[in-house]
């Protein structure tokens, strides 16, 4: 007993002397990352190289590093999102396979899932994701803060549950050039959109139209009663989209309602609003004696997850930086028309392939926020679209993103749960509104697409 407690108090000490170790060298890091001379995905060398602390002892600290870095930079704690004590990957391998596992180092599983085998460590670290600032279930990145001005003036710190890859640092890298530039001027709607559609098969064509004519009639006394179904969310109906089609089936009929929400994302508010608007249609409809063959919600004609241009869900929301050509081309080296030429190009490919959108690094950069902040849509298809665009005006080169569709509920409600460790992203990232993510988002995609596309010209990427 006597034996143990002395050990303990061994243990104890030596604990206190590593955490005091650890805080100085914190602190030493989180000085260096203020005065912008350390880049934060290079704290694990640094930590390596200047204080000898050797992976895997440099990736708990680096990440300790980061958090503070960002604490001190916002004045918002680091709480939900947890930092284990062993931050990091190892590598192992299977003795029958020779196939190298890279596995959490906290994961006791420690067993090859194609043959049973125990692995073997290889005695090789690396940090879970580039820019890790903590996380047990997804890894959270940090990637670089964004000034943003136009519709909203604001600096965003982004954190991203990005996965594998450098897109963290090389959006930090982008939101550095962009934040030098003067920051990205953001556009971003007042309202987002939901819409949910009613259709109809008639027999003849003299019935569609009869029922067009009462549906219209009915319209101005409907849209109030419609409001009031959504009036949780504060959604209001627009002027309804008739659609006419001829199939084999008989004469469809699309009314497409939509509505606008300013905090909310109105999915289900929309949903409930029309389907309220289906049983009082019919009714009219059997009172002037029209009778459609079918009355459904046509899904097919709602914009419900679907790629196209005429989707009507969500918010826009659009970022760009304007710089002077001679600066541009003084301060990055690159000829700014290969520049725009560059952009052209790649925007055309998107489109000989068939893509109604473009779709680069905003494909990532988009779920690693949502993923990130935990708010819905969980399934963020339609927010993923982009259209790049880069042109010269007058003196200047305008470089920016659009993001036609980006759909959100940032509040904690009954149109989705938020999770802790979610709300505490948005409250670190500094976003309290749905605008206000629209325009982290496209800032963010700016920074990750104005980087890779400077890499791409320079001929960096990809360069073995
Ligand atoms: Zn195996």
Redesign the pocket.
């Known amino acids: 007993m006597r034996i143990f407690s002395f050990k303990k108090e061994a243990e104890m000490k030596n604990n206190d002397r590593t955490k005091g170790k650890e805080k100085t060298l914190v602190k030493e890091c989180v000085d260096q990352l203020k005065d912008g001379k350390l880049p934060p995905w290079k704290v694990e060398e640094e930590l390596e190289k200047k204080f000898n602390l050797i992976p895997p002892d440099n990736f708990r600290t680096a990440a300790l590093s980061r958090q503070k870095f960002i604490e001190e930079g916002t004045g918002k704690k680091f709480r939900y999102i947890g930092l284990p004590d062993k931050p990091y990957k190892v590598r192992n391998q ?1 003795d ?2 020779k ?1 190298v596992w890279e596995l959490d180092a906290s994961d006791e599983n420690q067993s ?1 899932s ?4 125990q692995l073997k460590s290889l005695g090789q670290y690396d940090p879970l994701v580039a820019n890790y600032v903590g996380g047990t279930e997804d890894y959270y990145s940090f990637a670089g803060r964004i000034r943003v001005s136009g519709d909203l003036e604001k600096e965003f710190t982004n954190l991203l549950v990005y996965g594998t890859g450098l897109g963290p640092m090389g959006i930090t890298k982008g939101c550095f050039l962009i934040n030098k530039f003067g920051g990205a001027e953001v556009k971003v709607a007042e309202f987002a959109r939901a819409a949910r559609c009613l259709g109809f098969v008639f027999k003849t064509e003299e019935l569609r139209k009869k029922a067009i004519h009462i549906i219209d009639e009915f319209l101005p006394e409907l849209k109030p009663e419609m409001n009031a179904q959504m009036s949780d969310v504060g959604g209001r109906v627009g002027p309804a989209e008739y659609v006419q089609v001829e199939s084999h089936q008989g004469f469809l009929l699309y009314v497409d309602f939509t509505a606008d929400f300013e905090n909310f994302r109105g999915h289900g508010g929309i949903s409930r609003a029309v389907g309220f608007a289906k049983r009082e249609i019919e009714k009219r409809l059997q009172k002037g004696k029209v009778k459609p063959e079918l009355c459904v919600i046509a899904q097919g004609y709602d914009g419900d997850l679907k790629p196209s241009p005429r989707n009507k869900r969500g918010r826009y929301a659009s970022a760009q930086i304007r710089v002077p050509v001679h600066k541009f081309e003084e301060l990055l080296k690159i000829n700014a028309r290969e520049f725009i030429s560059f952009v052209d190009l790649d925007r055309t490919g998107a489109q000989k392939l068939g893509c109604p959108f473009y779709s680069g690094m905003g494909g990532e950069i988009i779920p690693a926020l949502y993923r990130a902040t935990k708010v819905n849509p969980r399934s963020c298809l339609v927010s993923s679209f982009q259209n790049i665009y880069a042109r010269v005006d007058g003196e200047d080169l305008i470089y920016g993103v659009e993001l036609p569709n980006v759909e959100v509920g940032v509040l904690s409600t009954h149109e989705g749960l938020i999770p802790p460790v979610g709300r505490e992203a948005l409250d670190i990232i500094g976003i309290q509104t749905a605008r206000d993510f629209a325009a982290c988002m496209a800032a963010q995609v700016l920074a990750g697409e104005f980087n890779l596309a400077l890499e791409i010209v320079r001929e960096r990427l990809y360069d073995s």
């Open positions: 299977c029958m396979h196939f090859c194609l043959c049973g085998n």
